[in-house]
T-cell receptor
Framework: AQRVTQPEKLLSVFKGAPVELKCNYS??????LFWYVQYSRQRLQLLLR??SRESIKGFTADLNKGETSFHLKKPFAQEEDSAMYYC???????????FGTGTRLLVSP | EAGVAQSPRYKIIEKRQSVAFWCNPI?????LYWYQQILGQGPKLLIQ????????DSQLPKDRFSAERLKGVDSTLKIQPAKLEDSAVYLC?????????????????FGPGTRLTVT
């Protein structure tokens, strides 16, 4: 069965520090993986997807099929990065998203 | 473009009462999703519509939950009767599968959600 695991409920860092939000998945196929973000009082929105190999707001995520991971990284955290981050896997057969439990990132000044 | 609209934003009901939520997706989006997000968890898909047909409702508790999308646009999600464990945020999302580009067809746009409290 598809599963997404985000082991950290809360990650607290200081401004300028590197950030890595962990995501591991289980899926019996070729996965499509995403990071969604929810800023305070805002809607859940797409941050980035692995297939695009893009960097959004300084964040990158690399799919590691050997380790079944899709960790989100940023070299220098900013206060405005404070938000709830969800890793999600697309079941391409049914076109539905399976979300992890989320990690709250708190960036302190 | 206007985003996904949902109403009401908040609802408090007593257990065994009924409640309905409404969603208006982004114009032209063929696919509509309803998610349940319990506190401390990620969103869980309840039902997915493609136009006005159901694609996946495997996680919808059909003894008490129902959803419809009669004209392939707006959708309503109903709970009858509600239980304490139904307290959650109910999210509606939509996506377009008409895009030529593969990645763009999988982006889901979320509404603000309806926070339901069952007492």
């Amino acid at each position: 069965a598809q599963r997404v695991t985000q082991p950290e409920k809360l990650l607290s860092v200081f401004k300028g520090a590197p950030v890595e939000l962990k995501c591991n998945y289980s899926y019996s196929g070729s996965p499509e993986l995403f990071w969604y973000v929810q800023y305070s009082r805002q809607r859940l929105q797409l941050l980035l997807r692995h297939i695009s190999r893009e960097s959004i707001k300084g964040f990158t995520a690399d799919l590691n099929k050997g380790e079944t991971s899709f960790h989100l990284k940023k070299p220098f955290a900013q206060e405005e990065d404070s938000a709830m981050y969800y890793c999600a896997l697309m079941d391409t057969g049914f076109q539905k998203l399976v979300f992890g439990t989320g990690t709250r990132l708190l960036v302190s000044p | 473009e206007a985003g996904v609209a949902q109403s009401p934003r908040y609802k408090i009901i007593e257990k065994r009462q009924s409640v309905a939520f409404w969603c208006n997706p982004i114009s032209g989006h063929a696919t509509l999703y309803w998610y349940q997000q319990i506190l401390g968890q990620g969103p869980k898909l309840l039902i997915q519509f493609q136009n006005n047909g159901v694609v996946d409702d495997s996680q919808l508790p059909k003894d008490r939950f129902s959803a419809e999308r009669l004209k392939g646009v707006d959708s309503t999600l109903k709970i009858q009767p509600a239980k304490l464990e139904d307290s959650a945020v109910y999210l509606c999302a939509s996506s377009s599968l008409a895009g030529v580009s593969f990645p763009s067809s999988y982006e889901q746009y979320f509404g603000p959600g309806t926070r339901l409290t069952v007492t």
